[in-house]
């Protein structure tokens, strides 16, 4: 699930390099000194770190699909909603779903707070980005790929279609779109990751 | 310091609108309902919200002075280095000031990691934006103009000459940079402020 990619600007084709966290490689270390973290991008023997700021420099430097709209509203809407899945939406929903008893009930409150902000955003929208996917809906990935598959092998339900009918239809839009599909993680591996995780968490110390 | 203006688009002229964030006003729950928080721009009845965001929606409508470069790699740094300020350094700088005890220690050796990175990134640079101010900079303006008036008034020493000397011109490179004068909050309203805090924070109760 980790990656530093070397890009080559035909169509875009990279090359994905997994990477283990446990025992970070000097590449990772070399390119991402602040964070040592993943996802990095390589390109032209420069490195570019952060998720979004990734994205935008992919729309930037090939502009066959644009990501981004053009309009400078439009793109301020984009980026507010993409920084919002970042910093309100991941921590909360990980916690919903990986911690017990207090901690749990609390990240669920939040979750349920932010997830109730997603579904009226979306109202009669498709996609975040409108009638197609742009920067929040990649943004929201973790919600729309990873945390559906968590939920589904860990039995913790916070995403449902009763609380959250628009962002559960945008969740299977996101999930059925051709590019999104040819581009996910494979289901298989991430739940076999889940579940080792879960056995991991689960497991008498 | 609350900010929520109406931008005219001559120059660019705004109209400056205070917030008490004790008191919020109906403007501010009417144009940023989702985090409820300053800065809001207002510009033909739309609301942009979130400081960066902000930022880039002035450099995409008004392009007589661009604030991030042209070529998408630099942008990238640009965005890197902004992020960073916002995410990593903002609360360890807070807090090695507004705290006391053992929360203020580690809040210290925080603040000390992130402004060595710093320190470390302006190299031979003027500015983090290079020769000129950028996104990064003005993200950084909490450092050059709060915290060192912080510092001055209160009397806890985090950001010193010794120990972050590029970092330290980078704050008297900025704070007498004519474009910044001209736009800085005054530093005896800020004085004031902060002195105010200090009296609360410190009055027996």
């Known amino acids: 699930m980790a990656k530093v990619a070397e890009v080559i600007p035909q169509g875009v084709q990279y090359e994905f390099i997994a990477e283990d966290l446990s025992n970070k490689s000097h590449l990772l270390l070399k390119y991402n000194p602040v964070h ?11 490195s570019i770190c952060e998720s979004l700021v990734i994205i935008e420099y992919i729309d930037e430097t090939w502009k066959g699909a644009p990501i981004l709209p053009k309009d400078p509203y439009e793109r301020a809407k984009a980026r507010f909603w993409a920084k919002f899945m ?3 939406c991941l921590l909360p929903l990980c916690n919903s779903y990986w911690t017990q008893g207090e901690e749990q ?3 669920k409150e939040e979750a349920s707070e932010v997830l109730k ?3 009226s955003e979306l109202k009669d929208k498709k996609f975040f980005g409108g ?3 742009g920067l929040a809906d990649i943004a929201a990935n973790f919600i729309g790929h990873w945390f559906s598959i968590t939920q589904e092998v860990i039995g913790v339900e916070v995403l449902t279609k009763e609380k959250y009918p628009k962002l559960c ?5 996101f999930v059925n779109c051709n590019i999104i599909m040819e ?3 494979p289901k298989d591996e ?3 990751s889940f579940q080792a995780r879960l056995q991991a968490a689960t497991a008498p110390k």
């Open 36 to 46: 040592k973290m993943i996802p990095v991008l390589l390109h032209n023997g420069k």
């Open 86 to 88: 970042d910093d309100k």
């Open 105 to 107: 009930e609390k990240a």
């Open 117 to 119: 902000i997603l579904d």
């Open 131 to 133: 009638d197609t996917i």
């Open 169 to 173: 239809e945008w969740i299977d839009e």
């Open 183 to 185: 581009n996910l993680h």
């Open 190 to 192: 991430l739940v076999a």
